[in-house]
DNA sequence: CGCGATATCTGACTAAAGTCAGATAATGCT
DNA sequence: AGCATTATCTGACTTTAGTCAGATATCGCG
């Protein structure tokens, strides 16, 4: 009935009319859009009036005039940066802290609207995860931390569920041979997580032993990430890290359950091995020179 | 990790980016928005002036003085209303025209961009299908047409491939009692279809036979409509058009293998009967007296 | 210290969007 | 025909957003 291209169209009359219902319901309070909008980015922590400009793309001088209205109101303060007394930061006070919470549970009522209408609406946050990471591609961050910070203990809990599903006898962490965390941050490897906005869609460890070889641990993407080439893209992080750390040979265990990883290792250079470990899972062994 | 919420508000943060970047592209004809979307209103059969207004929710000052400077530039031309000379309705000239298909080529190009960088395209389009279906339900409308024009056809068409992916022995059309056309037209019948903006999402038929009895048939919602309650409304829809037509006892059939169908049936008055046909597919038969 | 670079602010504009009170003309109804 | 109603238009205005050229203050560095 409709091609692609009308189908992509459809959904953008659909978000277009439905994203001026949330602007205009943000004019309720009686502020201009821009105010409104520079009042909620320092509410969401962008204090740096230069990050703010960069942020919502707006020129300097107006920047700086919805700054003074902002403070006029008595909703801001703004200070001096404390090391360059150039750059200005800006605080919400007591009383903007109260306005932006009204901005916030107007957006969260929206929201939860939307959800109690919908009688399947796990479904639909998932469609939504997914065509919110194909829009956000351009801007999705790789961030390196600690494999025990919230949004890397996200993705290994995400991925220790889908292993469990995938694996026909399940799977149970506890009978692998889980990396000791030190071992994934530097110096002696690293932990990155991919960053779709707030959402963490991706994670890769490279488990180092402070020796010339390491491993590749814990690749895992997001359902709603997949097609967009993140697995590619964090594998190649984490081989440059390697080389950083003056790694020569990099390993890796996977299983032939999974054949899109097996894919992207066969298509970016590894080298199917003989087993190296007693792990229970994994059938397939892969090893590759930097 | 995030809540629901939380979801539902990256996605708005998402789409809210990605549609200032459709917006920004159409300032590049050097036309302000206003009247770029007035021109795109008239190019997509908007007419009446009335029409726009109410599409755009623009002050009638404002169109007004749109409509002005689309016809200085030579796009449109505006006459009255051929039975009523106070109302006007614009037309695009050849220019128009041209103009118009530059603003629909700017906005196929960057639906094909988005899809072209997605390597598994089809399961975008679906979540992207999904959520236009959830964010506009308020606005689906239930259109009574034959059961050959298009839309119905579209309905028709993914229907029978529903039923041949459930049922464990397959569906072939040919094999079960395919009802006349003509029987779900006015007077004997109705069909209708659920349009989503552009999209059919839904269809019923009720085959009359010119008696008191008549029968509901095809009965279907797209996948990406479901959980929006849209298989009752068209029930509901399908009853009372069958009471207009003096119709005093409903009946049907269904497979066990489409619970979600059967549950409806039983949650909206309809009463288990024995087989009243001999059509292979079917294994459940309900009545409801009006 | 002096000087070019940097961050923000101010002033003076323009363009776009939107508001609102009539003006104008056609229509429907008695 | 008379008159209230309806649809659109015009004029006069305000608000919001955005641009741009300097002004001001601070910083980093030789």
Redesign the interface.
């Known amino acids: ?2 091609d ?16 001026g219902a ?1 602007d205009s319901s943000f004019l309720g309070r009686g502020r201009p859009l821009g105010a409104a909008r520079v009042l909620n980015a320092i509410g969401h922590g962008r204090s740096d009036v230069a990050e703010i400009r960069d942020y919502l793309g707006l020129d300097s001088g107006l920047l700086s005039r919805l700054l003074r209205s902002l403070e006029d109101e008595g909703l801001i303060e703004t200070t001096a940066h404390e090391d360059d007394a150039r750059r200005r930061v800006a605080r919400l006070t007591r009383n903007g802290r109260r306005e932006f919470e009204a901005y916030e549970t107007i ?2 009522m929206q ?2 609207r ?2 109690a ?5 796990e ?10 990471s ?4 351009g801007r999705t961050a790789l961030v390196e931390m600690s494999p025990r910070a ?2 890397a203990r ?1 993705c290994l809990a995400e991925y220790y569920g889908e292993l469990a599903r995938r694996f026909s006898q399940g799977f149970d962490v506890s009978l692998s041979r889980d990396p000791d965390a030190r071992d994934m941050i530097r110096p002696r490897g690293v932990f990155l997580v991919a960053m ?5 869609v991706g994670c890769v460890g490279l488990k180092g032993s402070g020796g010339e070889a390491a491993e590749i641990k814990r690749l895992w993407v997001a359902p709603s990430a ?4 993140l697995g590619r893209w964090l594998m190649e992080t984490a081989e440059s890290a390697a080389r950083e750390l003056s790694i020569k040979v990099l390993r890796l265990d996977t299983n032939s359950a999974l054949p899109e990883a097996g894919q992207l290792y066969r298509t970016s250079g590894w080298r199917k091995i003989p087993r190296f470990n007693d792990d229970p899972y994994p059938d397939l062994f892969f090893e590759k020179h930097l």
Chains 1, 2 share one sequence.
Request: glycine share 2%.
């Open positions: 009935m409709l692609a291209v009308s189908r992509v169209r459809r959904f953008n009359r659909a978000v277009t009319s439905e994203v949330l957006s969260n929201a939860e939307l959800l209408r919908h009688a399947k609406s479904s639909l946050l998932a469609a939504m995860d997914l065509v919110a194909a829009l956000l591609q919230p949004a996200h779709s906005d707030t959402l963490p997949r097609g967009l080439r």
